[in-house]
């Protein structure tokens, strides 16, 4: 069973930036797409950005143009570089791992990193 462990997060100010890692095991990212999503309090977890087999990436509008998702097969981590943060990108941001390109219902999250924008 494949494990995915977040790293990074925290608190910052508006305009800082932070970087989350997700690492996994047994070479998964090299050959599988990964995703980023967030849940903030009282709502719905949503998608951030997801980064293709084949190195495609999109993003939400909502973090379009600060945030970037790239991953390092050799290290087998996906991340997701946060730039200009601002207050409402406070969520509890998750790392979820694709079999191929697909995310199935069954798919592997990791454990969820904090992420806390306040002045």
């Known amino acids: 069973q494949v494990q995915l462990v977040q790293a990074g997060g925290g608190l910052g100010q508006p305009g800082e930036s932070r970087k989350l890692s997700c690492a996994a095991s047994g070479g998964v990212f090299a050959d599988n797409a990964c995703g980023w999503y967030r849940q903030a309090p009282g709502k719905q977890r949503e998608i951030v950005a997801g980064?293709?087999?084949?190195?495609?990436?999109n993003f939400a509008d909502y973090v379009k143009g600060r945030f970037t998702i790239s991953r390092d097969g050799a290290k087998d981590t996906c991340y997701l570089n946060m730039t200009n943060l601002k207050p409402e990108d406070t969520a509890v941001y998750y790392c979820?791992?694709?079999?191929?390109?697909?995310?199935?219902?069954?798919?592997?999250w990791g454990q969820g990193t904090q992420v806390t924008v306040s002045s």
């Open positions: 980064i293709t087999r084949s190195g495609n990436t």
């Open positions: 979820r791992l694709a079999r191929g390109n697909t995310f199935a219902s069954d798919s592997t």
